[in-house]
């Protein structure tokens, strides 16, 4: 408790520090869209660096209110920053749920615009989230999905500190020491755990504290188990001096005065595009004829392999081991297709690019306010 009350002070000097030299925002005009559209808007702007198209699409969540806003960003830092900025996340954990020190830092907007293009220039690291789609996905696992629910809390918190099976096993094991009756997951059966006595073990089992206390505290205020898969991939990488590179973006198109790459499947207009494109090519039809679960939802399916080819798409990406590897088993593991199709389902959307943003380009402005 000692050490995690210093830390939270620690993480608020420095925020205070940083904020001193930054300059006094100017609000901007808030996008016009929908909260969806919105919402998919902030969380790629900073995946690609947008500053400016960050901040609007914030100032558009923040009308109704600006508490919601942070559990977002909380959520963004531990998703596409993770282990390559700890400071940024941890400067997340201490700003949601906590409007007295946002106040005392120099209010919501100040905070806001300072935070997000943080993280518009900090490097970049989803290996968290390729971590749970692996957990939640890869058929390696099936055995055991369904055998840790049938152990003690002490054996799955002694395979969540052990690194024998490899970092997808151990974050399977994390999950059910946690708890997935609170920290739920479709492919995971309800298993009452424990968050406290998790991250006291990984603490003990000389895991970085600071990423600990970290893990810890996103937990508690955003839900998200990637809290406690950045404690592990935190371990993983380790000290070591690593690169970054933007990843290559495919072209785009505006829509109004949103990039295509916006519309995505979490938003209708996305969807629906999806399914026009999905009718005009030739290619993925025939490919999704061949390769495709039949019992798929075919929209569903490309929105999942455009996210891996377009909307999870970051600059600056940390290039490190795990995180590499990580990253290409979760670009297979695409839900309704055999891993071995899916290079030639990336080939074609990455040829067809340009019919993919017509579709967009034509469907959804009657989605749009």
Known sequence: MV????????????????????????PPIPLAADRYIALSALQKAIRRGHEELALRA???????????????LGIIAFEDIGVAD???????????????????????????????????????CRAADDLVHLIERDPALADLRDELPGLSLRDRIRLATSCTGGIE?????????????????????????CPENTFDA???????????????MGLKRTGCIISAMFVLLYQARGTGEHSVEDD???????????PSWVFDVHTRGGLAAFGRYRRRSERMKAFLAEHADP?????????????????????????????????????????????????????ILRGEIDLLNRCRA???PGYLR
């Open 3 to 26: 050490f995690a009350e210093a830390l939270t002070e620690y993480l608020i000097n420095g925020l205070s520090e940083a904020l001193a030299k930054a300059e006094e925002p100017t």
């Open 58 to 72: 914030t100032m558009n969540l923040m009308i109704g209110g600006p508490h919601a806003i942070w559990r977002r």
């Open 86 to 124: 700890i400071d940024a996340v941890g400067w997340a954990t201490v700003l949601i749920g906590r409007p007295e020190v946002r106040k005392r830092l120099g209010g919501e907007w100040k905070i806001a615009d300072f935070f997000i293009r943080t993280l518009c220039r900090s490097a970049k």
């Open 169 to 193: 096993a151990q974050g399977l094991a994390t999950w059910f020491s946690v708890g997935t009756d609170k920290v739920t997951s479709f492919a995971l059966a309800d298993v009452p755990g």
């Open 202 to 216: 990984l603490r003990d089992a000389d895991y970085p504290g600071s990423a600990v206390e970290i893990g810890r």
């Open 248 to 258: 290559p973006f495919p072209a785009e198109t505006m829509i109004g005065p949103i």
């Open 295 to 347: 019992t798929a939802n075919l929209n569903r399916l490309i929105g999942g392999l455009i996210f891996h080819a377009e909307s999870g798409l970051v600059t600056k990406r940390l290039i490190w081991g795990e995180g590499v590897r990580l990253r290409h088993a979760a670009d297979m593991m695409q839900v309704g297709l055999p891993p071995e199709a899916v290079p030639e389902a990336f080939a």
């Open 362 to 364: 034509d469907v959804v």
